[in-house]
């Protein structure tokens, strides 16, 4: 199985950056699609981004597409949240996952889940 920890998460003015990280650890990365979810107080949890094994296809939710960007570096291990012009709504817990086989935005289909970090957006 394989370890995910996010991290990157942090306040930020409306329209700002940031990037979160989610490093992989246990077995080989390239061996898995990850999502990004995020989840805010009191809603479910949310798709926001996936990107292949090969990172050849990412995709995103309506919500983001434009603004974020999901990314990988399979010699680090790591998977890639670039997250510009944010906005109030964007505020949550930003989660990775992991799955051998699926890249989309089902979230009850990962098996692997990091901890979260919390971004939270002020206006």
């Known amino acids: 199985q394989v370890q995910l920890e996010e991290s990157g998460g942090a306040p930020v003015q409306a329209g700002g950056s940031l990037r979160l990280s989610c490093v992989a650890s246990?077995?080989?990365?390239?061996?898995?699609?990850v999502g990004w979810f995020r989840q805010a107080p009191g809603k479910e949890r949310e798709f926001v981004a996936a990107?292949?094994?090969?990172?050849?296809?990412?995709y995103y939710s309506d919500s983001v597409a434009g603004r974020f960007t999901v990314s990988r570096d399979n010699a680090k291990n790591t998977a890639y949240l670039q997250m510009n012009s944010l906005k109030p709504e964007d505020t949550a817990v930003y989660y990775c996952?992991?799955?051998?086989?699926?890249?989309?935005?089902?979230?009850?289909?990962?098996?692997?889940w990091g901890q979260g970090t919390q971004v939270t957006v002020s206006s």
């Open positions: 996952a992991a799955d051998r086989y699926y890249s989309g935005d089902d979230y009850v289909e990962y098996d692997y």
């Open positions: 990107i292949s094994r090969s990172g050849a296809t990412p």
């Open positions: 246990g077995r080989t990365f390239t061996m898995y699609a």
